[in-house]
């Protein structure tokens, strides 16, 4: 991606109007890919776009519609100011060290967290986690 290669430049992928139809649809092609390949699944799940790329593959939303969808999320996605992450390491550590305008958006699992929080706290999110130690 991007360079001299003609790819997409990294600004242009950060967009999410542009990122999140491409995961979208790499899930959605692996999972085509798969079936190609005569793997028929018993159950199909999945998260985020993922879930969206099993509703397509099961059947139960079209690939247009679902594409709509996608781009309409990115538009909305793209209006936004902020940020998410997500942070490894156990959600009681996460949030000791949490500067006053980040919170805990999510709990993933007992070991993973997604934060949020407004685009002039992530410079201090980011040298607590480095002083704890936890990667993002």
């Known amino acids: 991606f991007g360079g001299d290669s003609g790819g997409l430049s990294a600004a242009e ?8 139809p491409l995961i979208f649809l790499l899930s ?14 018993a ?10 790329a099993a509703l397509c593959l099961g059947g139960h939303l079209d690939l247009p519609e679902m594409l709509a969808l996608v781009c309409r999320r990115g538009e909305l996605f793209a209006g936004l100011t902020g940020f998410t992450w997500a942070v490894h390491g156990a959600g009681e550590r996460v949030k000791a060290i949490l500067p006053e305008e980040v919170l805990i958006a999510a709990f993933n699992t007992d070991q993973q967290v997604t934060v949020a929080g407004p685009l002039i706290a992530r410079e201090p999110l980011r040298e607590a986690l ?5 990667r993002w």
């Open 13 to 20: 992928l950060a967009d999410p109007c542009v990122m999140q």
């Open 28 to 41: 959605y092609a692996l999972g085509q890919t798969w079936l190609a390949l005569g793997l028929q699944p």
């Open 43 to 52: 159950l199909l799940l999945g998260h985020s776009f993922g879930e969206y």
């Open 130 to 134: 480095q002083l704890a130690g936890l």
